[in-house]
């Protein structure tokens, strides 16, 4: 099993920043996808980005050349980096896991843009 520790969420006023960070711990891989979904009131889940082992990066359109996101592969450890954040940017942030087995959630950290 992976165990997560999801932290930075918050409010925030449109246009502010917000850095989110997860730290996974138990059964990680050597190979393995780490990213971030969002979902939204009344939405279905989607994936925000996501990084690779190898540092390949992948962006939902609606946040390229806003959000960054990055990994830290010793610590096991992804942050998402949002920027210019807009009041569509609302809803609860999941980390994920994704190995070949599967793909598994963290239980999210709510993020609120004010206009």
């Known amino acids: 099993q992976v165990q997560f520790v999801e932290s930075g969420g918050g409010l925030v006023q449109s246009g502010g920043s917000l850095r989110l960070s997860c730290a996974a711990s138990?059964?990680?891989?050597?190979?393995?996808?780490m990213g971030w979904y969002r979902q939204a009131p009344g939405k279905q889940r989607e994936l925000v980005a996501s990084i690779t082992s190898g540092g390949t990066t992948n962006y939902i359109d609606s946040v390229k050349g806003r959000f960054t996101i990055s990994r830290d592969n010793a610590k096991n450890t992804v942050y998402l980096q949002m920027n210019s954040l807009k009041p569509e940017d609302t809803a609860v942030y999941f980390c994920?896991?994704?190995?070949?087995?599967?793909?598994?959630w963290g239980q999210g950290t709510q993020v609120t843009v004010s206009s």
């Open positions: 994920s896991y994704r190995d070949w087995t599967g793909v598994v």
């Open positions: 138990g059964s990680i891989r050597s190979i393995y996808t």
